[in-house]
């Protein structure tokens, strides 16, 4: 069990605020903020070093209310404002974020409100692992669909649902969210204001050290947004310091995507689109990498729990993954990977004829691959793995690691005569030929490429390439701009009339009739 201080820190992400910093911050915000506040709440206010630094920079302010979880704290901070001069303005609440009635505090005080303070650093996950309380009540809050609620975007930061739920308040209320926070979730948050119509003014984010801070290795940032329900802005200004005159970066919302540069991605507007000739996929994802992942040895393989088994070639296959893509090791492959299906959703237990050594082995391993968490694996064959389909078995490929803080495009091709297989970091488009392999990757490693795709990236973010970003460069009016138009259309051709295009399609078919039956 983890000790008692390290659990509260991953429960309630609890990280406190440096007086100093509390202080640094909002005489910042004062010197820009374009009112006066006439209630500062700190929603969950820890120790009070936001609710002391608030009281003194805005001395004009008629109430100062402080909400946490924790009853140590609440004790403690009305024990310190004992002898405050603003202790008469001050209500010290003891009470849950997720079931006070703020609806109710809010429509009671004065405006405009400052909201402020630095919400919990955790996500629902953490919690889920240390079987914590904190976390709001079980609902898809983003509204995701379909795989993406189970395969891992229907994790999110707790102060994620905490900033989503002060933004509504600006729905309703004039004034301003002031907040440390991960730097990711400031543009999470500013997103869905922006996307749900929320009137948003003067955005700002500020750099702050968190290693410093808090000793917690994330990119983090004084994020700052007012509403006066008259304008509303979709750019924020980013700062490097609380120093700073003028911003580094200019970020905004524009036709539906969020932009890291706004000026290149206007230059390089012409290679908008969504190419339907290629399709942007993930390498396989099968969770359990102890049974499926191996390093030959000799004529056998050796899986992550040190065991060696001796199987068959037809359902082993070369491996590579972000960190071989990202280092040029593509000539050979450190690891192999077994491969159950064809298409997502085939019946497995033709391995026990094809390769009964290989059925065998998934057996005696059953105890690990049925326990698979993700519901993605639930009604599915057992052994099933996902993002498997006719475009995983192409020769050659064009790939690029998800996690990599770099646009770099590589070729891969087979290994030993085999069809060389990616994890799911990485993502690729299928080719039928080495020859339109290096075509595709010249269009995608050219400078007008990789200023289009870098409009709108954000490196900071944990997995700054997705798929969502490359499919909205359209292939063929990149290869029009690069006087490569005729090549593109060839190429196109042939890839329409290979075997895999024909499996593809044939398969895509299969899917929808299934999809619409009656059930």
Not at 17 to 35: C, G, K
Not at 63 to 89: C, F, N, Q
Not at 477 to 494: M, N, Q
Request: charged share 25%.
């Amino acid at each position: 069990m983890a000790p008692r201080k390290e659990a509260k820190v991953w429960e309630f992400g609890d990280f406190q605020t440096p007086l100093a910093l509390a202080i640094e911050a909002t005489s910042a915000l004062q010197r820009h903020l374009s009112f006066a506040p006439k209630t500062i709440i700190e929603p969950t206010c820890g120790v009070g070093s936001f609710l002391w630094a608030a009281a003194e920079t805005f001395p004009t302010a008629e109430k100062i209310i402080g909400v946490d979880v924790d009853e140590s704290y609440i004790e403690r901070v009305r024990h310190d404002v004992a002898s405050a001069p603003y202790r008469s303005k001050l209500d010290i609440i003891h009470g849950d974020f997720f079931e006070l009635d703020w609806d109710a505090l809010l429509a009671s005080v004065p405006k405009p409100i400052l909201v402020i303070g630095n919400p919990p650093w955790v996500t629902s996950a953490d919690i889920g692992r240390l079987q914590g309380k904190n976390l709001p009540k079980k609902s898809n809050f983003q509204n995701r669909k379909g795989l993406d609620a189970v395969t891992g975007k229907a994790n999110f930061d707790i102060s994620e649902w905490m900033l989503i739920q002060h933004m509504d308040w600006l729905r309703k209320h004039t004034g301003c969210v002031a907040m440390l926070c991960k730097t990711a979730v400031a543009r999470k948050i500013l997103l869905h204001a922006w996307k749900s119509g929320i009137p948003t003014v003067d955005n700002r984010m500020v750099q702050i050290d968190a290693m410093r801070h808090f000793n917690a290795a994330v990119d983090a940032c004084f994020f700052i947004v007012e509403s006066n329900h008259e304008q509303t802005s979709t750019e924020c200004r980013y700062f490097d310091s609380f120093d700073a005159a003028t911003p580094s970066q200019i970020f905004g919302y524009h036709e539906g995507l969020m932009l890291s540069d706004v000026p290149t991605f206007d230059a390089f507007h012409d290679l908008k689109g969504t190419d339907k000739n290629y399709i942007w996929r993930s390498g396989i994802k099968h969770d359990c990498s102890k049974v499926m992942e191996l390093r030959r040895q000799g004529d056998a393989f050796l899986n992550g729990k040190g065991d060696v088994a001796e199987l068959e070639d037809e359902f082993v296959y070369p491996l590579l993954k972000s960190s071989d893509l990202a280092n040029g090791r593509l000539d050979g492959a450190r690891l192999n990977v077994i491969v159950t299906q064809s298409r997502v959703g085939e019946e497995t237990d033709r391995i026990a004829t094809v390769a009964p050594r290989t059925w065998r082995y998934l057996n005696e391993n059953s105890a690990l691959l049925d326990k698979r968490g993700s519901t993605i694996y639930k009604n599915k064959p057992r052994f099933s793995m996902f993002g498997i389909g006719p475009y995983a078995f192409a020769k050659w490929k064009v790939a690029i690691s998800g996690f990599y803080k770099r646009l770099d495009f590589r070729i891969v091709g087979p290994i030993e005569g085999k069809p060389t297989m990616l994890d799911d970091t990485v993502y690729f488009l299928d080719c039928a030929s080495e020859e339109e392999a290096e075509f595709l990757s010249e269009l995608l490693n050219s400078s007008d490429a990789i200023s289009f795709l870098s409009s709108m990236v954000f490196w900071s973010d944990k997995r700054p390439i997705t798929v969502d970003l490359l499919k909205r460069l359209h292939i063929g009016k990149l290869a029009k701009r690069l006087g490569r138009e005729r090549d593109y259309r060839d190429f196109v051709a042939r890839r329409q009339s290979s075997p895999l295009f024909a499996q593809a399609k044939e398969n895509e078919a299969a899917a929808r009739s299934t999809a619409s039956a009656p059930t």
